[in-house]
């Protein structure tokens, strides 16, 4: 399915909805349930960049950075450096003023959705205010389907203006109590789970192939019986 919002718009709509509601934000193509990375930072950097206030994004996975957040200690602001220790390609590296608003230790037990009654355990967790947003820093990979991973900082997702979550669509069982399907904006976003599949550089992929190419008609090879 086609994301549903583009980056460009995303900064724009991240206030509340007509019924003074808050949106959510859903970068699907940096799903870790899917295989992301977990820590792509086009979503934060043009929410920081377009002054976006009352925000929340997670969870975003740099153990290098929750372990520094630990080191300096509540309150403490710092020069935050995402993605210091990434080679992937769509794991850029960034860097910008944060303040420690929190931190746990990562242990928790879900809450709703596909987490719900597990214990769960997270590592190192920090929460970053980088301008307006506050952003979850943890040091296990995991996709964002559990409120919970918000209320153990201690953060109300219904005072949000606006939520990130890196998840596809798990998410959706477990944040259903503050968002309808007309909240939710799949953002259009590079990343290894992005569903636009024509966007990825293929090297190995035999061409034409569909859904890629345009006017590939696809016939069952000869002597396949199983489509007779």
Same mark, same amino acid.
């Given at each position: 399915?086609?994301? &549903?919002? &583009? #980056? @460009?718009?995303?900064?724009? =709509? ?5 019924? %003074? =509601? ?10 870790? %349930?899917? %295989? ?7 979503? #934060? ?8 206030? +009352? @925000? !929340? !994004? ?10 520094? *957040? ?8 710092? $020069? ?15 860097? @910008?003023? @944060? /303040?420690?608003?929190?931190? /746990? ?16 355990? !997270? ?8 301008? +307006? ?5 943890? =040091? ?10 918000? $209320? ?9 203006? =606006?939520?990130?979550?890196? &998840? ?23 990343? !290894? /789970?992005?569903?636009? #599949? ?6 190995? #992929? ?7 190419? $345009? ?7 000869? %002597?396949?019986? *199983?489509?007779?």
């Amino acid at each position: 399915m086609r994301p &549903s919002g &583009s #980056l @460009a718009r995303s900064p724009s =709509s991240a206030g509340p909805t007509a019924r %003074g =509601s808050t949106r959510a934000f859903a970068d699907v193509a940096d799903n870790p %349930g899917g %295989g992301g990375r977990g820590n792509t930072v086009f979503l #934060l950097r043009a929410f920081y960049e377009a002054g976006v206030e +009352g @925000a !929340l !994004l997670g969870v975003f996975y740099d153990p290098d950075l929750a372990a520094e *957040a630990h080191r300096r200690g509540g309150g403490s602001r710092f $020069e935050a450096q995402f993605n210091r220790a990434e080679t992937t390609n769509f794991s850029e590296p960034y860097s @910008a003023p @944060a /303040t420690v608003a929190a931190l /746990t230790d990562g242990r928790c037990v879900g809450r709703r959705g596909i987490y719900a009654g597990m214990r769960l355990e !997270l590592g190192r967790c920090a929460a970053l205010r980088v301008g +307006g947003v506050t952003v979850v820093v943890v =040091s296990h990979r995991v996709q964002c389907a559990d409120p919970v991973f918000f $209320e153990m900082m201690g953060f109300d997702i219904g005072r949000a203006r =606006s939520v990130v979550v890196k &998840s596809r669509g798990h998410f959706r069982g477990g944040f259903d109590e503050f968002f309808s399907a007309e909240q939710i904006v799949e953002v259009d976003l590079p990343g !290894l /789970t992005s569903p636009m #599949l024509n966007r990825f550089a293929w090297t190995r #992929l035999p061409r034409p192939v569909i859904p890629l190419d $345009e006017g590939v008609d696809w016939h069952p090879p000869s %002597g396949d019986t *199983a489509h007779a």
